[in-house]
């Protein structure tokens, strides 16, 4: 049975004082008991924090569980035949929306955007433009943190998926139902279409570019076979914690350089709805209970407590405590110190929410 960081302060800090009390009294530890953690396979006692794969994961994170105020836009997927026949927006996703991920989400699986709620489902075609050149969507990253009117000068070196249309093989956009029966865009020409652009580990610094920021480029040529209106959730005017930010240029008839100079910078992004690994659930009530009963019966049973001894990183790491180094850990309770090693406890950071995608 796990221990989760919402289990009963009183308890743990109980149980805290029974190992230090009783380390003099208890049998001679396990020989692997010398560290703080271990992930000894012989003692049992390894860090088992399973992830799941989760549908319904937003950002930015504060949309997981509601829609935007200002309802939404056409964009990303458009399939207007006469204004925007052709079109093209870039979509960035600042190092502070991504670095938030990780307070529900360590892995980016899939990349989709939400209807809103009054519209219905929608099949967007994209196929070649006039000069024979492919509709393409591109996913990289960004060479600054702001965008620039000129498309070209956005899109940085690490590409992390692409995909393109012609006539003869086109991009095909529809809809899929997801969590609490909201519709989310899926890449029906894809071999995958809900996971079509995986962006990978969020924890590992290889996964993102040097500067951690997600440029979405969308340069596409409405073809046939759409349905629908469809429209978009988005994040414009300020409504997240950090913001995303849109480059659009539009379709030709405003903008006859619409497929390489945007005709304006603004906040109106989508939201990025997508699948992604991430930490269970705080414990239920039944389970807090077995784990002070477990914590309780005995010193030797906090051999495998597990508690997040590396705050401030925004990643839940239930790490294993080994027995009898429950002494040299500070309790839960903030206001509570033995002059132990401080864990993420502390910091209450409000992590594992599930909003949207709760049922």
């Known amino acids: 049975m796990k221990f989760w960081r919402n289990s009963a302060a009183i308890a743990l800090v109980g149980a805290f004082s029974a190992a230090t009390a009783m380390a003099a009294m208890a049998p001679k530890a396990p020989a692997a008991a010398g560290s703080a953690s271990s992930n000894s396979s012989s003692l049992g006692c390894t860090k088992d924090t399973d992830l799941v794969l989760e549908d319904g994961l937003t950002m930015c994170v504060e949309f997981i569980d509601k829609t935007s105020p200002n309802v939404g836009n056409g964009f990303p997927w458009e399939n207007e035949t006469l204004f925007f026949s052709t079109f093209r927006n870039q979509f960035l996703f600042s190092s502070s929306d991504v670095n938030a991920v990780k307070s529900v989400a360590v892995t980016i699986e899939s990349i989709g955007a939400r209807s809103v709620s009054f519209t219905g489902a929608n099949v967007n075609v994209y196929g070649s433009f006039n000069n024979g050149s492919p509709s393409a969507i591109v996913v990289s990253d960004n060479i600054g943190d702001t965008l620039v009117p000129q498309f070209a000068a956005n899109g940085g070196p690490l590409e992390h998926c692409r995909i393109e249309g012609t006539d003869a093989a086109p991009i095909v956009i529809n809809t899929r139902v997801g969590p609490k029966g909201a519709l989310i865009s899926a890449c029906d020409s894809c071999a995958s279409p809900d996971e079509w652009c995986v962006i990978g580990d969020l924890r590992l610094p ?19 076979g759409n349905s629908g209106a469809g429209v978009w959730d988005t994040n414009g005017n300020g409504n997240c914690a950090t913001g995303s930010s849109r480059a659009y240029g539009s379709g030709q008839f405003a903008n006859i350089n619409h497929l390489t100079t ?68 500070d309790p839960i309770q903030p206001s509570i110190s033995t002059g132990g090693q401080k864990t993420g406890d502390e910091a209450v950071d409000g992590l594992r929410s599930c909003g949207w995608s709760c049922n």
């Open 206 to 224: 290889a996964t993102l570019g040097s500067n951690g920021n997600l440029l979405v480029d969308h340069e596409l040529a409405v073809s046939t």
């Open 262 to 329: 945007a005709l304006g910078v603004d906040e109106f992004g989508f939201i990025w709805v997508f699948k992604g690994l991430r930490p269970p659930p705080p414990a239920t009530v039944e389970q807090q209970i077995k784990e002070i009963v477990r914590l309780l019966l005995t010193p030797e049973g906090l051999r495998c407590s597990g508690l997040d001894l590396n705050p401030g990183n925004d990643i839940i790491e239930d790490d294993p405590i080994t027995f009898p180094n429950g002494a040299n850990i």
